[in-house]
């Protein structure tokens, strides 16, 4: 015969195994349910007697934590902003600060190509696509700008004297 403690703290029995299974099998007692056995010294789990060990599941395993494998692609990496992207966007930004542009305007349009191009063949990897339009469009500006300025001055440069030895 045993006795339990049921989750409200009260004393239930003495009951029979039988009834002691009916009491699992309702939800009413568990594994940690207290248990006093007729003729035990002290109150002990109902998992740990004997005649109820065959009653209730093994614990389940913890999953076992492999390494990550190496190489450049692991799943759940962040991505991480494009170099070339960034470099770009800084020439970028020179091409339009500095007096002519030249040469930042050529190495923003080539350092932001270059990272447009990465981060698309690799999206999974790169980010900073904004960085490098950006630095697209800063580049190209500036360089249109030397352009028009360029020719703006030759148009309103006095001719050379060597241009008028050319036409005698």
């Known amino acids: 015969m045993y006795k339990?403690?049921?989750?409200?703290?009260?004393?239930?029995?003495?009951a029979g195994a039988e009834q002691l299974r009916q009491w699992l099998?309702?939800?009413?007692?568990n594994a940690q349910t207290q248990?006093?056995?007729?003729g035990a010294a002290e109150w002990k789990p109902l998992a740990a007697l004997p005649e109820f060990a065959g009653q209730f599941a093994p614990p389940p395993t913890p999953p076992v934590i492999q390494p990550l494998p190496p190489g450049p692609v692991v799943a759940g990496q962040l991505p991480r902003t494009?170099?070339?992207?960034t470099a770009g966007l800084i020439f970028g930004i020179l091409s339009l600060t500095c007096c002519c542009g030249f040469p930042f305007n050529i190495l923003g349009l080539?350092?932001?190509?270059?990272?447009?191009?990465?981060?698309n063949r690799h999206p999974e990897l790169y980010?900073?696509?904004?960085?490098?339009?950006?630095?697209?469009?800063?580049s190209?500006?500036?360089l249109i700008l030397s352009f028009g300025l360029l020719l703006f001055d030759l148009a309103l440069r006095p001719?050379?004297?060597m241009w008028h030895f050319r036409r005698l």
């Open 82 to 85: 494009n170099s070339y992207a």
């Open 35 to 38: 248990t006093f056995a007729d």
């Open 159 to 161: 001719p050379s004297i």
């Open 140 to 142: 190209a500006a500036s």
């Open 25 to 29: 099998a309702e939800g009413r007692a």
């Open 110 to 119: 080539v350092f932001s190509l270059i990272g447009l191009s990465q981060i």
């Open 4 to 14: 339990i403690i049921g989750a409200d703290g009260r004393i239930y029995g003495p």
């Open 127 to 138: 980010e900073g696509r904004g960085l490098a339009i950006t630095g697209v469009i800063l």
